[in-house]
């Protein structure tokens, strides 16, 4: 069992992912996908005038802030445009792939933070913004997931969770794909981006972290620069969750999913 979380920014890779997550399958592997869709609901808030809002926690990690208009745009980027044109590649390879999101069939659920402290860069001060519909995943709906690989589905899950009020909410894939890795005792999470790996220096490539040991991993959390903190923190909660090995891979390059299950990247075990 394989989970793979796909950036969101790697909507020109898709092809070359999607075929190897294809042939995975014809060879019996087991393949849950998460995918990201932070840059095409950037784009689409520039192009409807709601520009995205994206804010730092007094920890040092980044988010989208997500007010219910921002949170409109959000899914009809996740749930409308990349899930479904994910799917429809992954059909035109033979793979039944089936699409959804965290909302359906309550398959991630968490609790809604409403209310969200962050670091105003302007004022150099801590303040408080309301109204948010972001959350962290806290339950797994293995069971659905389990059904549906066991009839030969792929899911292909979009970034949203409900609320245990019922509230659609905006989680960070990668944490929500180690929950999922987590729920259903997965071998491997292997987190595609727009990087290499773990970068000692971001933004220099040659400065790869090829190797971390599981029982350091919150330390190299030092070296992650925006968003790959968040991929750090995710891979550490992977882990403690069961999961045997976790692979930060470079989306950008020709057959990326066979690099990484050979070691091409950051390989945290």
Same mark, same amino acid.
């Given at each position: ?139 797994? +709906? ?51 981006? +727009? ?75």
């Amino acid at each position: 069992m394989i989970v793979v979380k796909i950036g969101g920014s790697l909507s020109a890779s898709l092809d070359s992912i999607s075929t190897d997550i294809a042939i995975l399958v014809k060879e019996g592997k087991q393949i849950v996908l998460m995918h990201g869709a932070g840059y095409e609901a950037d784009a689409l808030g520039e192009k409807l005038g709601t520009p995205a809002k994206h804010v730092t926690s007094p920890q040092g990690f980044t988010s989208r802030y997500t007010d219910r208009a921002t949170l409109e745009i959000f899914v009809m980027a996740a749930c409308g445009k990349i899930n479904t044109f994910l799917v429809e590649r992954l059909q035109k390879l033979g793979v039944n792939a089936l699409g959804l999101s965290g909302v359906d069939g309550r398959l991630l659920e968490g609790t809604r933070k409403d209310a969200i402290r962050i670091v105003d860069a302007e004022r150099g001060k801590q303040r408080i913004l309301r109204d948010d519909f972001t959350g962290k995943v806290e339950k797994v +709906n293995a069971e659905l997931l389990r059904s549906l690989l066991a009839n030969g589905y792929v899911p292909v899950i979009a970034p949203l969770a409900i609320s245990h009020q019922g509230d659609a909410m905006n989680i960070d894939g990668d944490r929500a794909a180690a929950m999922v890795a987590g729920a259903l005792g997965a071998e491997q999470l292997i987190i595609l981006t +727009n990087v290499p790996g773990l970068l000692r220096n971001f933004p220099d490539e040659t400065s790869l972290i090829t190797h971390i040991d599981k029982s350091r991993v919150e330390q190299s959390i030092d070296f992650a620069q925006g968003r790959m903190k968040k991929k750090v923190l995710g891979a550490s909660e992977a882990l403690r969750l069961g999961v045997r090995q976790v692979v930060f891979a470079d989306g950008r390059v020709a057959e990326p999913l066979k690099r990484a299950l050979e070691g091409k990247g950051t390989v945290i075990d």
